[in-house]
């Protein structure tokens, strides 16, 4: 073992790091979920088949998302930083950091939502709309319940995500397990620092999977129920 | 009453336009279960689903007590589609809620108070025969039972018009007896108006008193079901009652279908004909059954090529009361 991992371990300063790593995460997938889920309510919705099909905005929300979505992590950071700047009024630290992780995880989430919405049998939506429901009434009280089960495991996968992009979030000065694996790990070649942070995002990763899909199973009412072992 | 007045509904394709109805007019009669058949591709699932406007028609009229929804307003047909409950063959529960929730969904809509809620959805549920599975979700459902809580659904808003698609087509034929009991029950006892949309004749036969036959987007023919049973106009109409097999079979000499309507009361009917007359009968064909001790269906038999033996026949035959049609 070597004198630093020894001095992380003595210092608290690895449990530390883990524990931003995992506060980090669950607040950006949090926020994401509050700009992501409208959003993919919005492109369910506005879609030609939808319930208020609105062709025009459904196009423009989807290139957005789909520039967003389909630009690299680590590209996406240095892009945004004046945007980082605007928001909390500093292109470093771990607040960008978390502006960058949450540009980053909305269009995925709302991707995510648009999906599993699409999964809600056509029929159901036909009864409720059979008997008078509105589009909001639709929305709150057919869509977004009967797609329960499949927007909790989607909050799974986007957590997960966001973790291993708050590892390269090290790159414009964040905190968490990513730096210390890079900076004392990498950088200052103590191979066994990198595998105790590796140890320490398997433990995470799975806790939180474990959880999330256990919730999933457990609210889902239907036979073919979401699968308790399902790979992410 | 529901009418539709030169009612059409297109919808564009890839190479133009396809044409789902084409000019439809019909009145139903407030009351009475009254039942549309067609072949699959035939539009009646569009037809039932112009009703409460689910499908806007390209043209024409949907009119519902005197008032034309197509004209009606967002807010305005809302407020009509819950005069209107509706059953699909998928059933279409909520399968993340319960029974009793499914039926609640619809009051919830209205925001109806909670305790008027729960007494009416023991009312439904009292009436459905599905007390007991109050608390149970639909995926620990069988078939009917999942109907059954579709129909609780659709009544819970006091509907006066309930239409029916498909209904029975995914139910095992004891099952489907039972639902169109149920729906029978319904229409007598509540004075609900029922419309069903069905590709089997047996569910017209059994429960509707008007009938419409609908072919390529057009309705061939129309009226009392009785009517269009004995004596069917359309092709289509007689493709429905008898298998084209059948009719079509060449079985040498004459054939006679034998309609019962209800007036025979049983008895064995083909022996003593064929003790009287004389002669021996063979049945091409036959599908009846006996409710209440009196004969429903049809039968097809071969007539014998002597003419005398022929007229005995049918002298035996408006003797005993039954209706019968030559050459099917």
């Known amino acids: 073992m070597s004198e630093l991992l020894k001095q992380l371990f003595q210092s608290g300063e690895i449990y530390k790091h883990a524990w931003i790593t995992i506060w980090t995460t669950l607040l950006s997938t949090l926020i994401a979920y509050l700009i992501g889920l409208p959003i993919g309510v919005l492109l369910n919705v506005t879609d030609k ?83 008078g429901a509105s589009n909001l009434q639709i929305i709150f009280k057919v869509f977004l319940p009967e797609a329960k089960p499949s927007l909790i495991v989607g909050a799974v996968i986007s957590t997960v995500t966001i973790l291993g992009y708050s590892a390269m979030a090290s790159t414009i000065g964040g905190d968490g397990l990513g730096k210390v694996a890079i900076i004392y790990g990498h950088q200052r070649f103590n191979e066994d ?40 | ?73 967002g807010k305005r047909l809302r407020e009509i589609r819950r005069n209107i409950g509706m059953i699909f063959q998928g059933f279409n529960l909520l399968e993340q809620r319960t029974v009793e929730a499914n039926v609640r969904f619809p009051l919830e809509l209205i925001k ?48 006066k018009y309930l239409l029916c698609d498909e209904a029975t087509s995914a139910l095992d034929p004891n099952t489907t007896n039972s639902i169109l009991e149920l729906l029978k029950d319904i229409n007598r006892e509540l004075g609900v108006t029922i419309v069903m949309i069905t590709h089997e004749m047996k569910v017209v036969e059994s429960i509707c008193s008007y009938v419409a036959v609908i072919d390529k987007s057009k309705i061939v023919e129309h009226g009392k079901v009785t009517e269009l049973f004995s004596c069917p106009k359309s092709e289509i109409a007689k493709e429905l009652i008898l298998p084209g097999l059948i009719r079509s ?70 003797k005993n009361g039954v209706t019968y049609k030559e050459g099917i």
């Open chain 1, 49 to 131: 088949d939808g319930l208020r099909p609105c062709v025009p905005l459904n196009r423009a929300l989807g290139l957005i998302v789909n520039i967003l979505r389909s630009m690299p992590f680590v590209i996406l950071m240095v892009a945004f930083l004046p945007v980082a700047k605007f928001f909390v009024g500093s292109s470093t630290g771990n607040a960008a950091m978390l502006v960058m992780l949450i540009i980053a995880a909305a269009p995925y989430v709302a991707r995510l939502v648009e999906s599993s919405l699409k999964e809600v049998d056509r029929g159901v939506i036909e009864a409720a709309r059979s008997m």
């Open chain 1, 193 to 232: 620092i990198i595998w105790v942070c590796v140890a320490f995002t398997v433990i995470i990763v799975q806790i939180i999977q474990e959880v999330g899909i256990f919730i999933a199973h457990k609210t889902d009412k239907r036979i073919r129920k979401i699968k308790k072992r399902r790979v992410l």
């Open chain 2, 1 to 73: 009453m529901i009418e539709f007045r030169h009612l059409r509904k297109e919808y564009p394709v890839a190479n133009g336009t396809l044409v789902a109805l084409d000019d439809i007019n019909l009145s139903i009669e407030n009351g009475v279960i009254y039942g549309i058949i067609g072949l699959s591709g035939a539009g009646k699932s569009t037809l039932v689903r112009c009703i409460n406007l689910l499908e806007r028609p390209t043209e024409g009229e949907v009119i519902i007590d005197g008032e034309d929804l197509v004209k009606a307003s």
């Open chain 2, 112 to 159: 109806t108070p909670k305790e008027q809620a729960n007494r009416r959805i023991d009312e439904l549920l009292r009436l459905v025969g599905l007390q007991d599975k109050a608390k149970a979700y639909p995926s620990q459902l069988s078939g009917g039972q999942k109907q059954r809580v579709a129909i609780a659904r659709a009544l819970a808003t006091g509907p």
């Open chain 2, 249 to 318: 079979e060449s079985t040498p000499g004459n054939k006679l279908r034998l309609i019962f309507d209800g007036s025979v009361t049983d008895k064995p009917l083909i022996s003593t004909l064929s003790r009287e007359c004389g002669v021996e009968v063979n049945i091409l064909f036959a599908d009846t059954k006996t409710i209440d001790g009196k004969i429903f269906g049809h039968m097809v038999i071969a007539m014998p090529s002597d003419d005398r033996a022929v007229a005995e026949i049918k002298t035996f035959l408006d």
